[in-house]
């Protein structure tokens, strides 16, 4: 009995809480996200054939339904809404689904646990070399969160050959996740930070990095007001750094806190076709261009239309032979953007944001020594506070304040801008040679003629 309750109880439930419910799974319209299928509630065995079933009274047959040769329903998906339920099912409704049928989350829809691998195996056969691609789209005022099974047992002594069992199960449940990562287009990273949460916990997909890592099209954002060398650094850095996470298996390339910046030199183009964008700085010696080309006068409709399936606003790639990636609104922004600052008002309308606006301010705290010489006389030398604000500008220029905190309460304040280096309000030289202390960042006061250092 023991060994019923333990098998039946670990097939395998993403959500510890308790499930009483199947999903509602109907016939439902969502013209932004493209959905004809909504389901709905908990996910509990038999929902895959209950959704067999509704696809085969649409189309008379669950393996006919391909929405890339579908007139009527071309592109359409399958909106979710669900707090998780069994992943066993779960894996059985990816199997129906993949390459035949596309997945959404809706603005204020949640998908959770069980359903967020449902969400991950929408996608759809080309019919071509290029097999089965990825269609899936996640609303930036959706909820999308992942965590790792949850084994649920009552109390109680069980035998080895009982536990051996359960640890079987919980084996074969990820096996079977990984066999069709392939075909689901889930990276080998996305299931190792699935795995990593506890199941009492979620990982959700709350950044523009978070989902653009992880091919997870994000929707229903802010459009860039302008095509800015900032906005172009973005986009290029972000799909530099996602590429190098996905073709490596040791993360070489990918930076998990995307901070750092690669390229220099954008050019903009804008043409009655649209814009064209280009910077060079990529690859091995930086000899790759990222480009960028983005379609003019973009509509809600031309938007929806964009979303429906291959289409796109423009495309992005590195270098003349790399694979291209869809310049979507989103990819435009800073990489640490949270999805919901970029929620806009309405779906039916498009509305803008400057990037600049958005980027986030960079703040750290870090103790270090500070120095005051007069030539090479030393005047003053204590312990420090460094407190540095960065904050970068549309043209690509970073601004950078620097507060030392002096153990007095006295600070030196060094700022450093597009128009030079300043001290204390007034105009500094920063020092490359003759510095009076090795290993440090040393400025001039020209109009006071004292140097201040201190140990970078």
């Known amino acids: 009995m023991h060994m019923r309750i333990l098998v039946l109880l670990f097939l ?3 959500t510890p809480a308790s499930m009483t419910k199947a999903a509602t799974i109907e016939q439902h319209t969502d013209p932004y996200m493209s ?10 065995k038999g929902d895959a054939d209950r959704l067999k079933a509704l696809l085969i009274q649409i189309y008379g047959s669950a393996d006919a339904y391909n929405p890339l040769y579908s007139d009527e329903y071309h592109g359409q998906r399958l909106c979710l809404d669900s707090q998780g339920g069994s992943f066993a099912e779960a894996i059985r409704i990816a199997d129906l689904i993949t390459g035949k049928l596309g997945t959404a989350v809706s603005r204020g829809a ?8 449902v969400f991950m195996a929408g996608s759809v056969s080309t019919e071509s070399d290029a097999g089965i691609v990825a269609n899936r789209k996640l609303h ?8 790792a099974p949850s084994l649920v047992v009552p109390g109680g002594s069980y035998s080895e050959g009982q536990v051996n069992t359960a640890y079987k199960i919980a084996v074969k449940g990820i096996g079977d996740l990984l066999a069709r990562s392939g075909d689901m287009k889930v990276s080998h990273t996305l299931v190792a930070k699935m795995l990593q949460t506890p199941p009492e916990d979620f990982f959700y997909i709350d950044t523009v990095h978070k989902a653009g890592r992880w091919l997870i099209p994000v929707v229903g954002t802010y459009h860039p007001a302008e095509i800015t060398p900032l906005a172009v650094s973005n986009a290029c850095n972000s799909f530099y750094n996602w590429e190098g996470d996905r073709i490596s298996t ?18 903009v183009t804008r043409n ?6 280009r910077q060079e700085g990529y690859g091995q010696e930086g000899a790759l261009f990222c480009n960028i080309s983005l379609k003019a006068d973009v509509t809600a409709a031309t938007e929806v239309a964009a979303y429906s399936y291959f289409g796109s606003f423009g ?7 790399g694979l291209g990636f869809d310049a979507s609104p989103a990819l435009f922004f800073d990489p640490r953007t949270k999805l919901a600052d970029l929620v806009r008002p309405s779906d039916q309308q498009i509305a803008t944001r400057d990037v600049a606006e958005l980027s986030p301010i960079d703040r750290s705290t870090a103790q270090t020594t500070c120095y005051v010489f007069r030539g090479q006389d030393k005047r003053d030398e204590d312990p420090c506070t460094r407190l540095t604000t960065r904050k970068i500008s549309s043209t690509l220029h970073e601004y950078q304040l620097d507060e030392f905190v002096w153990p007095s309460g006295a600070k030196t304040v060094i700022e450093d801008t597009v128009n030079g280096d300043r001290i204390n309000g007034l105009e500094a030289k920063l020092l490359f040679t003759d510095k009076p202390v090795s290993s440090s960042r040393c400025y001039l006061n020209t109009s006071s003629g004292n140097t201040f250092c201190f140990k970078d």
């Open 35 to 44: 959905c004809f299928l909504r389901l709905s509630g908990v996910i509990e």
């Open 12 to 14: 395998i439930l993403l």
């Open 110 to 117: 949640t998908c959770l646990s069980a359903c967020s691998i």
């Open 315 to 321: 495309n992005i790639r590195i270098g003349q032979d």
């Open 140 to 147: 930036a005022g959706g909820t999308l969160g992942f965590h």
């Open 272 to 277: 009655s076709n649209g814009v064209e964008a």
């Open 250 to 267: 040791n993360g070489f390339g990918f930076d998990p806190e995307p901070t750092e910046r690669w390229g220099w030199g954008v050019e």
